[in-house]
Nanobody
Framework: QVQLVESGGGLVQAGGSLRLSCAATGRTFSTYAMGWFRQTPGKEREFVAAISRSGRNQYYTDSVKGRFTISRDNAKNMVYLAMNSLKPEDTAVYYC??????????????????WGQGTQVTVSS
């Protein structure tokens, strides 16, 4: 059973930057794709970014392309989300996720089904 712990959220002004981190334990990290999702109250969970097992391929939702960068360090069992030029509409709880065979949230060529506890990102205008 994989365990995911996110960190790095906080309050930032519009135009600012944050870097989210996610530490994974419990499985061989390099054998599964990783993703970031976000959710605001009253809305469905939304895909943000995903990265392949090797880190060679990345996918982004259109609204964050050019501003967010997903990366991973397989030696450290870590995945990151660098967020630049933040906008108030980026405000959400951000969740780290792992690829699962029966995952419920499909993004790119993968399905994601294991989640961390989330980290709050608030962007003020």
């Amino acid at each position: 059973q994989v365990q995911l712990v996110e960190s790095g959220g906080g309050l930032v002004q519009a135009g600012g930057s944050l870097r989210l981190s996610c530490a994974a334990t419990g499985r061989t990290f390099s054998t599964y794709a990783m993703g970031w999702f976000r959710q605001t109250p009253g809305k469905e969970r939304e895909f943000v970014a995903a990265i392949s097992r090797s880190g060679r391929n990345q996918y982004y939702t259109d609204s964050v392309k050019g501003r967010f960068t997903i990366s991973r360090d397989n030696a450290k069992n870590m995945v990151y989300l660098a967020m630049n030029s933040l906008k108030p509409e980026d405000t959400a709880v951000y969740y780290c996720a792992t690829e699962e065979p029966e995952g419920t949230d499909v993004a790119g060529p993968w399905a994601f089904g294991s989640w961390g506890q989330g980290t709050q990102v608030t962007v003020s205008s």
